[in-house]
């Protein structure tokens, strides 16, 4: 069983920052890569940025040099800094890793409960 519990989300105004945060627990044998998606109200799940177990990062247009994804290994945490923020960035932001809860080789999906983050204009 592997459980994400992410933090950091909240109100703020556009053009500032925050840092969300996400933590995995549980069986882990390893963790391939981690993203963050959001999902605006009434709007479907979107990809927001990636990272793989080397370091390497992606992200979607609509947050390209704004966002900046990293992840610490030692703690099974991934981040997500979000700067200049605008009132379209409102939405519900999700952690989600690639991980191998045993040494089979067999590689799950997890997804975290997901956490509110409002911009105000």
């Known amino acids: 069983q592997v459980q994400l519990v992410e933090s950091g989300g909240g109100l703020v105004q556009a053009g500032g920052s925050l840092k969300l945060s996400c933590v995995a627990s549980?069986?882990?044998?390893?963790?391939?890569?981690m993203a963050w998606y959001r999902q605006p109200p009434g709007k479907q799940r979107d990809f927001v940025a990636v990272?793989?177990?080397?370091?390497?990062?992606n992200y979607a247009d609509s947050v390209q040099g704004r966002f900046t994804i990293s992840r610490d290994n030692t703690k099974n945490a991934v981040y997500l800094h979000a700067t200049n923020l605008k009132v379209e960035d409102t939405a519900v932001y999700y952690c989600?890793?690639?991980?191998?809860?045993?040494?089979?080789?067999?590689?799950?999906?997890?997804w975290g409960q997901g956490i509110q983050v409002t911009v105000s204009s």
């Open positions: 989600n890793i690639a991980a191998e809860p045993d040494s089979s080789g067999d590689v799950y999906n997890y």
């Open positions: 549980g069986s882990i044998f390893s963790i391939n890569a």
């Open positions: 990272i793989s177990s080397g370091g390497q990062t």
